[in-house]
T-cell receptor
Framework: GAVVSQHPSWVICKSGTSVKIECRSLDFQATTMFWYRQFPKQSLMLMATSNEGSKATYEQGVEKDKFLINHASLTLSTLTVTSAHPEDSSFYIC?????????FGPGTRLLVL | AQTVTQSQPEMSVQEAETVTLSCTYDTSESDYYLFWYKQPPSRQMILVIRQEAYKQQNATENRFSVNFQKAAKSFSLKISDSQLGDAAMYFCAYRSARTSYDKVIFGPGTSLSVIP
C-alpha cells in the first residue's frame, strides 16, 4: 500500500536553533500534504497544508514565519521549525491524501532544550 | 466549520468482551467520509475503518464495525472480542468529499484499555 515516510524520527535541539523535518510519499505523487502537531495525550491539530509549487496554507494561530513549509517536489514536503523554543517540543506528523483515506507518516518527535 | 466530538476520554474493556466508542460530528455537507484511526504507543496512525456518507450500510472490518446514523450525525465504533493489542488511542475523524485534497478533522480521542 501507499507509504509516507518522515525523517528524522527523533530530534533534540538547543533553543534558538532551526530544525528541518522531511515528509516523503514513497510510491505515489502528492501535490498536497498536511502537517499536524500532537501534544501529549491530545489529538492531532492541523498546522498547515503544503501545496506543491505554491505557498502553504496555514491554520489560524500558526505562525507562518516560525513554521516554514516547502513542497519542493511531488514526493517531498519539508517543515522547518525556526528559532525553536521548548514550547515547540511536540510530535509532528505529516500525511498525504492521494484519495480517502489519508496516509500518515510515522511522526517526528521534537525536543527543544 | 465541521467539528468532531468524542465524549469518552477513557474507556476500558475486559479481554474478549465488546466495547463501543462514541463519536458525533457536525457538518452541513451531505457528502463526506468518516474514519476511525487507532494510535498505539508507537504513535503511528493506523486506519481502522472508513465509512462513506452516501452508503447506508454500516462498514465492517473483521472485529470492527460501525453504527453510522447520518441523520443523528453519529458514528460509533464497536470492537468485538477485544484483544490486548486493541489498547490504544482511538480517533474519530471527518473528511469532506468535495475534493481529493480536503483536510481530515480529528476528534479529541478515546483512550482504550484492555484488561486481561
Amino acid at each position: 500500500g501507499a507509504v509516507v515516510s518522515q525523517h528524522p524520527s527523533w530530534v533534540i535541539c538547543k533553543s534558538g536553533t532551526s530544525v528541518k523535518i522531511e515528509c516523503r510519499s514513497l510510491d505515489f505523487q502528492a501535490t498536497t500534504m498536511f502537517w499536524y502537531r500532537q501534544f501529549p495525550k491530545q489529538s492531532l491539530m492541523l498546522m498547515a497544508t503544503s501545496n506543491e509549487g505554491s505557498k502553504a496554507t496555514y491554520e489560524q494561530g500558526v505562525e507562518k514565519d516560525k513554521f516554514l513549509i516547502n513542497h519542493a517536489s511531488l514526493t517531498l514536503s519539508t517543515l522547518t521549525v525556526t528559532s525553536a523554543h521548548p514550547e515547540d517540543s511536540s510530535f509532528y506528523i505529516c500525511s498525504a491524501p492521494p484519495r480517502a483515506p489519508q496516509y500518515f507518516g510515522p511522526g517526528t518527535r521534537l525536543l527543544v532544550l | 466549520a465541521q467539528t468532531v466530538t468524542q465524549s469518552q476520554p477513557e474507556m476500558s474493556v475486559q479481554e474478549a468482551e465488546t466495547v463501543t466508542l462514541s463519536c458525533t460530528y457536525d457538518t452541513s455537507e451531505s457528502d463526506y467520509y468518516l474514519f476511525w484511526y487507532k494510535q498505539p504507543p508507537s504513535r503511528q496512525m493506523i486506519l481502522v475503518i472508513r465509512q462513506e456518507a452516501y452508503k447506508q450500510q454500516n462498514a465492517t472490518e473483521n472485529r470492527f464495525s460501525v453504527n453510522f446514523q447520518k441523520a443523528a450525525k453519529s458514528f460509533s465504533l464497536k470492537i468485538s472480542d477485544s484483544q490486548l493489542g486493541d489498547a490504544a488511542m482511538y480517533f474519530c475523524a471527518y473528511r469532506s468529499a468535495r475534493t481529493s485534497y480536503d483536510k481530515v478533522i480529528f476528534g479529541p480521542g478515546t483512550s482504550l484499555s484492555v484488561i486481561p
